[in-house]
């Protein structure tokens, strides 16, 4: 259903709202660049936001263990400052860059994967990490972009008439999936797995994958994960403590026990932006994993809900750019894109609030950590690239003239001529 129509349906089933109003929704929904205005609005307003929290949440650990109380807002806004700007280059790449792009980044992804098995480093259990020197990365993270690229030119180069059969699922994109999946797993990072199975999907569904063949592949999937969680005992622990954390409020139901407590004192409108008391040593990864306790302490059910939305309308973006584009390589890459960005939320802020076992993954934008910020920020602005290429973007971009860094840069006579 297009977005005409679903404003239309809207104006037939919602009597309160004038038409008026219900006329000027649908002219919005149906202008040009509305995908490529939601995708940059949400992910400024989720940048911003992020900052802030990961401020307020880690200031207090970072004064103990540091002297600095803004020691890891410092290296966040450092990841923010080299991010940026990559997803302004991405922003205007053509769509062939991406393509090629998805070789390389998968075969470094590999790379990056294997010497986490040899050298990485292990923190709580998972072994994700290379240190090299005073920086250290992890390489599942960009695997997630890899996948996404190389999927999507794969099985758009098979495509013919806009179809995709089905056998040519199995080779190469089954195995090449397969060993990503298995080189992080033996990383024992579940979460991350479960993210890149997200993505398998997502390029599934959109080529039309029999059913019997996405249920099995589902079944499949399933059933690795709940052998994945059996050999592992922190991970039974973790599954188990889900059910009820309170019955071992102490051990191994803590973080997810004070995580509830964080988000039930906030009330409707938050304790205030700092005034968290749960990330004075009460919450574990309080900056990271577990940020959206913080961001309901502190903004409240209000701020919640709002974050919430932002995925939302980002997630609607990113489907509607999938489905307004005939290019089979964009529609696949954006609906995968879109699968591991609002799927990894999704499950984040399921943890948190107890619907779904602890997994370990960020909050896209918000959370703290460079390794992860990047590649969604190279996404993100490969999606705005895509957005341009929606029936009537071009134009009405050339109608909108140059903006504002064009301008200044005319100005200061570098960027051509001056706008009269």
Partial sequence: MTAQQTA????????????????????????PLTSYYLVLGCSALLLTLGLMMVLSASS????????????????????????LPLMWVCSRMPQRFFRLAGYPLMGISILGLLMVIFIGQELLGAQ??????????????????????????????????????????????????????????????????LVLMLIFLALLWVVGA???????????????????IMVEPYRVARLTDFWDPWKDVHGAGWQAAQGQIAMGSGGWFGLGLGSSRQKWNWLPHAESDFIFSILGEELGLMGTLVVVALFGLFGYAGLRIASRVDDPFIRLSSAAAVAWIAGQAIVNIGAVIGVFPITGIPLPLVSYGGSALLPTLAALGMLLSFAKREPGAAEALAARGPGPAARALSWLGLGGRPRR
């Fill in 8 to 31: 239309q349906q809207a104006e037939e089933t919602a009597p309160g709202w004038s038409r008026t109003q219900l006329g000027a929704l649908r002219e919005l929904l149906g202008r």
């Fill in 60 to 83: 207090i650990e970072a004064l103990q263990k540091t002297g600095n109380p803004f020691y890891w807002f410092l290296k966040q806004s450092m990841s923010v400052a080299i991010g």
């Fill in 128 to 193: 994700r990490w290379i240190a090299i020197g005073p920086f250290s990365f992890q390489p599942s993270e960009p695997a997630k972009l890899g996948l996404v690229l190389w999927g999507a030119d794969l099985l758009a180069r098979k495509a013919r008439g806009g179809r995709i059969e089905w056998r040519h699922l199995l080779i190469p994109l089954m195995p090449g999936t397969a060993l990503i999946a298995v080189l992080v797993m033996l990383g024992r990072d579940l979460g991350t797995t």
């Fill in 210 to 228: 029999p059913v019997r063949l996405f249920g099995g592949i589902l079944l499949l999937l399933v059933l690795a994960t709940v052998i994945m």
